[in-house]
């Protein structure tokens, strides 16, 4: 019975490192893509490339010295063929949603919430497994219409 407790932390010992090298080997995995929304009304990355089945994590920090009621920005990744246009028009009336409207989230693939200036907000999603381009946008109110968008190509 003396050993049984040098046994159990022998076990520990060993053990811990495999633990704490699987943990660091999941979050490798896992690309990040940093983006700024700026008083511009547009994204300084346009274009994302990805593998089917991917996981990323898409970091969005606003830069502006206006107030987050006037300009703040988040990303939204829509799911393939969906009507961007359409999507920001009815986002436009979401205003206590954060600009996500409830009877379109089916069409959202991942997205993030608001960030005024100074902020930053980040969504990790996993990249849908059939190839073609996906479509992010601003959903605040007329930056869509402004050009506040990207793609994300999947191949």
């Not at 003396?2 to 060993?14: A, E, N």
């Not at 490192?17 to 940093?34: C, G, K, M, N």
């Not at 300009?71 to 949603?97: E, G, I, P, W």
């Not at 959202?108 to 990249?127: D, K, M, P, R, S």
């Amino acid at each position: 019975m003396k050993f049984l407790p040098i046994t159990g932390s022998l076990l520990l010992l060993f053990l811990f490192p495999v633990i704490a090298l699987h943990a660091q080997d999941s979050s490798e995995e896992i690309r990040t893509i940093e983006i700024i929304g700026s008083d511009q009304m547009q994204f300084d990355v346009t274009e994302i490339n990805a593998s089917p089945g991917e996981e990323i994590k898409i970091v969005l920090t606003t830069e502006s010295n206006l107030p987050k009621v006037a300009m703040a920005h988040n990303v939204v990744v829509l799911k393939q063929d969906v009507d961007a246009k359409a999507f920001a028009s009815a986002a436009a009336t979401a205003r206590n949603d954060d600009f996500i409207p409830p009877k379109l989230t089916d069409q959202i693939i991942a997205y993030t919430g608001l960030a005024g200036g100074g902020e930053t907000v980040e969504v990790t999603f996993t990249v849908p497994e059939e190839t073609g381009s996906y479509t992010y946008i601003c959903s605040f109110p007329g930056h869509f219409a402004a050009g506040m968008k990207g793609t994300i190509v999947v191949e």
